[in-house]
């Protein structure tokens, strides 16, 4: 995924990622690449701000980087329907914070009924049929917007991990 951000945005990253984070495996990858790509001279060395986006049922990151911890605490009687967001302690979380710090990114959490909303949203508007995961990332980008962390002149990346067509059940 960062290779591919990059040489899609002619090696001038985004100044925004936002990235739904159950694992964060994708988000890890994304700043490595970027890591790399900068050493090769391919891209300078301002790189985008990371966003994790997570459930509020399961918002271990979310609470590890907001008290400025290394590490997040597993997360008790987690829930969500974004099962890749289901994810009570992240194997890589150091890692993830890592990145969050590094970046000068931040977190936030949406609820199952934001992200449902997006989701139905989206497909009605768009014809996308979003993940969870993907619906999360677009309601916390709204809320990024309207309380000022992101503003509306800058490039912003959303990514959407999944498909919402094995999730078909929550609307019928």
């Known amino acids: 995924m960062g290779y591919e951000l990059s040489e899609q945005f002619d090696w001038c990253l985004p100044n925004v990622i936002v990235y739904p984070t159950g694992g964060g495996t994708g ?34 990151i979310v609470q590890a980087f907001n008290e400025r911890k290394k590490v997040s605490e597993f997360w008790t009687d987690a829930q969500t329907i974004a099962s890749g967001l289901h994810v009570p302690k992240a194997f890589a979380d150091t890692l993830i914070l890592n990145v969050l710090y590094e970046s000068g990114g931040t977190v936030i959490a949406v609820t199952d009924q934001e ?31 309207k309380c000022g962390i992101v503003n509306n002149t800058e490039k912003v990346v959303i990514l959407n991990t999944g498909t919402g067509y094995k999730y078909i059940e929550l609307f019928t």
């Open 115 to 145: 992200l449902l909303h997006d989701m139905k949203h989206t497909a009605s508007v768009e014809g996308i049929s979003l993940c969870p995961e993907g619906a999360a990332a677009i309601a916390a980008t709204r809320k990024l917007v």
């Open 27 to 60: 988000l890890i990858g994304m700043w490595k690449a970027f890591k790399e790509l900068e050493e090769l001279g391919w891209i300078d060395a301002k790189k985008s701000r990371i966003v994790t986006v997570q459930a509020t049922g399961c918002a271990s």
